[in-house]
């Protein structure tokens, strides 16, 4: 069975300061990974996702993930705050190709000070 | 031209009631799903249909019923609305076939029963 942990419920960061959101899953398989942003009273959007390609995923608005098998992680980083990244992050696995379904962590609620 | 959409985005009815929630996407994708977001912001998966025919069915009560009249429609009906099933759902999709698994989610609808 697969599962998400997300360490820490809440994340509060400065303006221009490092963002780390932390992911580590569990997987019987070699997972798939993805970072999903949530604006409020928004649906879900992609920000980024591994797929057994290269362990450094590259994602949209800055965002990036590295892949650890060893640590069973996928943290997502970004170098440099900004008051739109303000969201609730959630970071899912889905056991690779042939079951399709995400498993989701709880989530971390981002805030920016500014 | 938005890619999933869902309706209505808001919905407030009365325990015992009988509703519906509409999904439509215009991806081309093969496989839909209906998730449910509670209020803690935990995302699970409900249902998923591959080209109308389903594939995925958490334990949901029997008084949720998805139908995919066509691979780019998936509606879910609830009968017997109850307190408990107040949340947001979420519709997605995604292209499996071709290996790109990655979900698009819909706006969510907003079901409050009272």
């Known amino acids: 069975a697969q599962s998400v942990t997300q360490l820490g419920s809440h994340v509060s960061v400065s303006e221009g300061a490092l963002v780390l959101l932390r992911c580590n899953y569990s997987s019987s398989v070699p997972p798939y990974l993805f970072w999903y942003v949530q604006y409020p009273n928004q649906g879900l959007q992609l920000l980024l996702k591994y797929t057994s390609a290269a362990t450094l995923v590259k994602g949209i608005n800055g965002f990036e993930a590295e892949f650890k098998k060893s640590e069973t992680s996928f943290h997502l980083t970004k170098p440099s705050a900004h008051m739109s990244d303000a969201a609730e992050y959630f970071c899912?696995?889905?056991?690779?190709?042939?079951?399709?379904?995400?498993?989701f962590g709880t989530g971390t609620r981002l805030t920016i000070i500014p | 031209d938005t890619a999933v959409s869902q309706t209505p985005k808001y919905l407030v009815t009365q325990m015992g009631n009988d509703k519906s929630i509409k999904c439509e996407q215009n991806l081309g994708h093969d496989t839909m799903y209906w998730y449910k977001q509670d209020s803690k912001k935990f995302l699970k998966i409900m249902f998923s249909y591959n080209n109308k025919e389903l594939i995925i069915n958490e334990t949901v009560p029997n008084r949720f019923s998805p139908k995919s009249p066509d691979k780019a429609h998936l509606n879910l009906h609830i009968n017997s609305l109850e307190l408990g099933d107040s949340a947001v759902y979420f519709c997605?999709?995604?292209?499996?076939?071709?290996?790109?698994?990655?979900?698009?989610f819909g706006q969510g609808t907003r079901l409050t029963v009272v």
């Open positions: 899912a696995v889905s056991e690779s190709f042939g079951n399709e379904k995400l498993t």
């Open positions: 997605a999709s995604s292209q499996v076939r071709t290996g790109r698994i990655e979900a698009f």
